[in-house]
Antibody
Framework: QVQLVQSGAEVEKPGASVKVSCKTS????????MHWVRQAPGQRLEWLGW????????KYSQKLQGRFTITTDTSATIVYMELSSLKSEDTAIYYC??????????????WGQGTLVTVSS | EIVLTQSPGTLSLSPGERATLSCRAS???????LAWYQQKPGQAPTLLFY???SRATGIPDRFSGSGSGTEFTLTISRLEPEDFAVYYC?????????FGQGTKVEIE
């Protein structure tokens, strides 16, 4: 079955960077797009960006202003997200989420368990 | 950016009652690009509906989804204890993808 297993919680200082991994299994890695979504305390879910796992093409939320990067390790079937110049408002649970279909424009049928990133001095 | 507004914010009901949740979009969303998720405390969201009205795998038929354009509805015909959770609508028609703020269905 499809599984997305994320790395553990992180605590970082303002201005630092954080990298979170999402290890996938149970499907052909390059067939489906992967997205990252975050949920800050008391806030709605927020889309951050996505990667075409077949060719590495990415698209990011403009709100993150170039601080956010998604990469893949195809041989290890892992997707990474990295957020730099961390601010306190980046404190949130970060989820990887796989699209439901191979169309590249579908909703999310599978989610990672979430990774809490806390930004605090 | 398409803003999704869900109502009510909280729905207090008893098991066995009917729940009707609304999702209104700030501009038209093609039905095929509207999804609903359920989220329980401490868990990731799970997909309930895609294409506004197509149930995801394993979703019981007491759940139904409907709507078009700017108005979408999620209905739970008879609430079971496991249905008390937060529900989010999600549009993936336009970039950036966006979510509603959620409706909490709580036990009265």
């Amino acid at each position: 079955q499809v599984q997305l297993v994320q790395s553990g919680a992180e605590v970082e200082k303002p201005g630092a960077s954080v990298k979170v991994s999402c290890k996938t299994s149970g499907y052909t890695f390059t067939t489906y797009a992967m997205h990252w979504v975050r949920q800050a305390p008391g806030q709605r879910l927020e889309w951050l960006g996505w990667i075409n796992a077949a060719n590495g093409n990415t698209k990011y939320s403009q709100k993150l202003q170039g601080r956010f990067t998604i990469t893949t390790d195809t041989s290890a079937t892992i997707v990474y997200m990295e957020l730099s110049s961390l601010k306190s408002e980046d404190t949130a649970i970060y989820y990887c989420a796989r699209e439901r279909s191979i169309s590249g424009d579908s909703c999310y049928s599978h989610w990672g368990q979430g990774t809490l990133v806390t930004v605090s001095s | 950016e398409i803003v999704l507004t869900q109502s009510p914010g909280t729905l207090s009901l008893s098991p066995g009652e009917r729940a009707t949740l609304s999702c209104r979009a700030s501009q038209s969303v093609a039905s095929k690009y509207l999804a609903w998720y359920q989220q329980k405390p401490g868990q990731a969201p799970t997909l309930l509906f895609y294409g506004a009205s197509s149930r995801a795998t394993g979703i019981p038929d007491r759940f139904s989804g409907s709507g078009s354009g700017t108005e979408f509805t999620l209905t739970i015909s008879r609430l079971e204890p496991e249905d008390f959770a937060v529900y989010y609508c999600h549009q993936h028609d336009n970039s950036p993808r966006t979510f509603g703020q959620g409706t909490k269905v709580e036990i009265e």
